[in-house]
């Protein structure tokens, strides 16, 4: 529009610009005559000579019209809109036929949805979990000793056990119960913890008789052995249920009664957290109660004590694995009133439990001062007439070794803990149990252990 009004005013505009001292004398000039804007009167300005000749005009002229009635159509457009809807379909169908081939590239993917549970909100860290032998339970960042850890007067450490806040915490009952519960849901405390029952419903007089975490970095390590036949097994169950050979799980809990049946349950069906109520893992009869429980990786001796003074050594792999709860099968012919006392998993010949007799006698119940005679005997003798009357307290420690434990895990010396009778036995023993199996050292001099030696052969032949 600028240059049209330039064209027709050419001569007036150009005695302006020629009368003009400078260039912005002769745009106010331009747009006080012209009544133009200052972008308007710089586009005249800055317009070279050769666009004055008539062509170049009547371009600029033609290109002005075609812009006005363009503008008139958008305008009637705008305010009609059926015919915008029109328009809208007309380019559509132009489209459909511009590009009528078949889709080249293929459009889809998976339906990713983002799915949460439960353990993705846990913080991952490694703690230990302490189980004390009256219930109470608590969890802690690391400890120096086992004798520094604070429970409650009369009560102390049964269980020590080193696993991440993810898995799971199981605890065993003298009633054939499961109870399972998070390690992040046990109270972290450096105190007494919390006792059991306020997690889940015991019965009158029920305690704790075992304990197992399913972290497999603290479980012991799994040793593949020879199935024993089963014609060699006496007292086979006529109603519990067997897995087969090849369902045979890696990590398995061994149960044994006090008038000793003794089982094996995979350890990986308590792994999940139970009701209140707990799982049932060993069906007892009458007053029968569970003596001990105890993971194996298979491989292990099971050594036991009646309390008539008799001695008996397995090895694991005799009792069966069953798909369930179960009675179990004999462990131990009991004669009379006589029930199981002690009973330990040890991974080594050499590894046991120490005795006390009502004669005053201390002796090591081991695999190899007692050889495996098989499942179901009676067992040999320790002592002529004697009574098993005490047993010193062993504390379970279940841990990896400490090449194996993570980073985020605090470093600590290997564990040492003392057992109810060291103050009136003094430093008689050291501890006791790692890798999920009994070790017990006594100091003792050359001419005791003779003596004991003989007096077992003694009673051995009587």
Not at 65 to 88: H, I, M, N, T
Not at 198 to 218: C, L, N, T
Not at 278 to 302: P, Q
Not at 397 to 425: G, Y
């Amino acid at each position: 529009v600028a240059l049209v009004r330039f064209f027709v005013a050419i001569v007036v505009a150009l005695a302006f610009i020629r009368a003009s001292s400078v260039r912005a004398v002769a745009g106010m000039r331009l747009r006080v005559r012209l009544v133009l804007v200052v972008l308007q009167s710089n586009a005249i300005l800055d317009t070279r000579l050769y666009r004055l000749a008539q062509l170049e005009i009547e371009e600029i002229r033609a290109d002005l019209a075609s812009k006005r009635a363009e503008a008139e159509q958008l305008e009637a457009l705008l305010a009609d809109a059926p015919g915008r809807w029109k328009l809208v379909r007309s380019e559509l169908s132009n489209l459909s036929k511009r590009f009528a081939d078949g889709r080249r590239t293929t459009l889809g993917g998976p339906d990713i949805k983002a799915q949460y549970s439960a353990e993705d909100f846990i913080i991952d860290e490694d703690v230990y979990v302490i189980v004390s032998r009256d219930g109470w339970l608590k969890r802690q960042r690391s400890y120096t000793d086992l004798a520094a850890i604070r429970v409650r007067e009369g009560d102390s450490v049964g269980w020590s056990m080193w696993a991440s806040t993810r898995k799971s915490l199981i605890l065993f009952t003298d009633r054939g119960k499961a109870y399972t519960m998070r390690v992040d849901s046990v109270n972290a405390t450096t105190g007494y913890g919390e006792p059991v029952q306020a997690r889940f419903e015991f019965e009158d007089g029920e305690r704790i008789v075992g304990a197992a975490v399913s972290d497999e970095r603290s479980l012991p390590p799994c040793v593949e052995c020879v199935s024993i036949p089963k014609n060699q097994l006496p007292f086979e169950p006529e109603s519990d249920e067997e897995l087969d050979a090849s369902e045979k799980p890696s990590h398995c809990l061994l149960a044994m009664s006090k008038r000793g049946m003794v089982l094996r349950l995979p350890l990986q069906a308590f792994e999940a957290p139970s009701t209140v109520n707990g799982r049932t893992y060993m069906r007892l009869t009458g007053d029968d109660r569970v003596l001990s429980v105890f993971v194996s990786g298979g491989g292990e001796y099971v050594c036991l004590a009646t309390e008539n003074a008799r001695a008996l050594c397995f090895v694991v792999e005799e009792v069966p694995v069953l798909k369930s709860a179960g009675r179990g099968v004999r462990a131990v012919q009991l004669e009379g009133k006589d029930v199981v006392h002690t009973l330990c998993l040890a991974r080594d010949a050499s590894d046991g439990f120490e005795v006390n007799t009502q004669r005053g006698r201390n002796v090591m119940v081991t695999a190899r001062r007692y050889p495996p005679i098989g499942r179901g005997g009676k067992g040999k003798v320790i002592e002529p007439r004697g009574k098993v009357v005490k047993v010193s307290t062993k504390v379970v420690v279940l841990e990896p070794p400490a090449a194996e434990k993570s980073e985020k895990s605090d470093a600590r010396p290997a564990p040492q803990a003392t057992t109810h009778d060291e103050e009136e036995r003094g430093d008689e023993l050291e501890l006791p149990f790692a890798l999920g199996r009994f070790v017990a050292v006594k100091r003792q001099s050359s001419a005791d252990s003779d003596a004991d030696s003989d007096a077992d052969r003694e009673s051995q032949d009587e």
